[in-house]
């Protein structure tokens, strides 16, 4: 990595800036992108703790992000809302002010998040099994929404894992197509079951695909689920560090390495794919660092990196930006577990 100019402090608009110059070069990319710091702020005084997925609002203002509700306990991961009263559903408004929120007590482990276009609200609970109270009956499932938290749709059975038609296993993210069509990615671990499973809008399965394994159509840890502007399947197969394409028939296309270790990826309105990558280091995905590819979502090259922005990038821990979200100004939203918040990019380069 060859760093030409240093990182440095300064105001713009009033606000508080990190900038990252545009001639900074990582891994041969440059960053036109600056770091908006304290974007996001939390009502009745509640402190952020681990934010999960992150997605735009059908109007392209508006973002909605999942929040793990226990903040108390640093290193507490895997159960943060299984004893919480709190809302891990927030909707923040373009100044970070949040103006809708829903779903406490019905999550252990929220982890997912898609708006369609209604606004409707689809979020997934990818806890692990031994991670589950006995007797608890959540987890496992993808639940849909109402703009406003209304409970429309329950994919999966609550509490309980499996591989048939009618279970998931921690399902780690769910998006929707342009007709209705709900692909969900099962599942978040690589011991799980590994699959694709899509439904109609009526909650009724379609076809499954896929297994744990490393070739095309095989995956270890499905992450993430994202569809392109042609309507091009998008999945992050995570622990084999790279994203494979589908038709929405579950047809394999191709497989792109390029983008490192994708735990998010996102498109906006003009072609281009936003891929979080929060895992690669020496030991998971050597040669690659953590941070955020910015690139040709028809063709796949890589045209930009927003590099992690705090920390040690050959930490093993995941820092970072694990989720992100674009909206459609061009805004960057990265969902940040580790660090606890949303951290919105703006450009200030061409």
């Known amino acids: 990595m060859q760093k030409l100019t240093p990182r440095f402090t300064t105001a713009f608009l009033g606000l508080s800036l990190l900038i990252a110059s545009s001639v900074t070069l990582a ?4 960053n036109p992108y600056a770091s908006l710091n304290s974007w996001a702020e ?12 992150v997605d735009v609002d059908p109007d392209g203002v508006h973002i909605w992000a999942i929040m793990r509700c226990d903040a108390t306990e640093r290193n ?24 809708e929120s829903f779903g406490s007590g019905m999550f252990i482990w929220p982890h997912g998040i898609d708006v369609d276009s209604s606004g409707n609200v689809y979020v997934t609970d990818a806890v692990r099994d031994d ?5 608890d009956t959540r987890g496992h499932q993808v639940i849909k929404f109402s703009p406003t938290g209304e409970v429309l749709m329950v994919l999966g059975t609550p509490g309980k894992s499996g591989s048939s038609d009618k279970h998931f296993t921690s399902p780690s993210d769910v998006v929707v197509g342009n007709n209705g069509d709900i692909f969900v990615a099962d599942g978040h671990n690589t011991d ?9 809008s009526k909650g009724q399965l379609i076809k499954k695909w896929g297994k744990t394994g490393y070739g095309p159509s095989e995956f270890r840890a499905l992450h993430t689920l994202g569809i392109d502007n042609s309507g091009r399947l ?9 994203i494979q394409l589908f038709d929405q028939d579950g047809t394999y296309l191709n497989q792109w390495t390029q983008f490192g270790r994708p735990s998010g990826i996102s498109f906006d ?32 090259w890589v045209e930009h ?32 577990p580790s660090p606890r918040k949303i951290q919105k990019y703006i450009r200030v380069r061409p």
């Open 269 to 300: 309105a003009h072609g281009n794919i936003y891929v979080a990558d929060s895992e690669s280091d020496d030991e998971q995905n050597p040669g690659f660092e953590m941070g955020i590819r910015i690139g040709d979502a028809k063709l796949g």
């Open 192 to 200: 799980g079951n590994n699959r694709m499973m899509k439904f109609n």
């Open 305 to 336: 990196f927003i590099q992690l922005p705090q920390g040690d990038p050959r930490s093993t821990r995941g820092n970072g930006a694990e989720f992100v979200a674009v909206d459609a100004a061009g805004n960057i939203f990265g969902g940040e």
């Open 131 to 135: 991670r589950i109270p006995a007797g």
């Open 42 to 53: 939390l009502p009745g005084g509640r402190t952020f703790g681990a934010v999960g997925d």
């Open 234 to 242: 998008f999945v992050g197969d995570r622990s084999n560090s790279r």
């Open 76 to 99: 507490r991961f895997g159960n943060e809302c299984v004893d919480s009263d709190l809302d891990p559903i927030l909707k923040f408004d373009a100044e970070g002010k949040v103006v």
């Open 27 to 30: 891994q041969g990319y440059p």
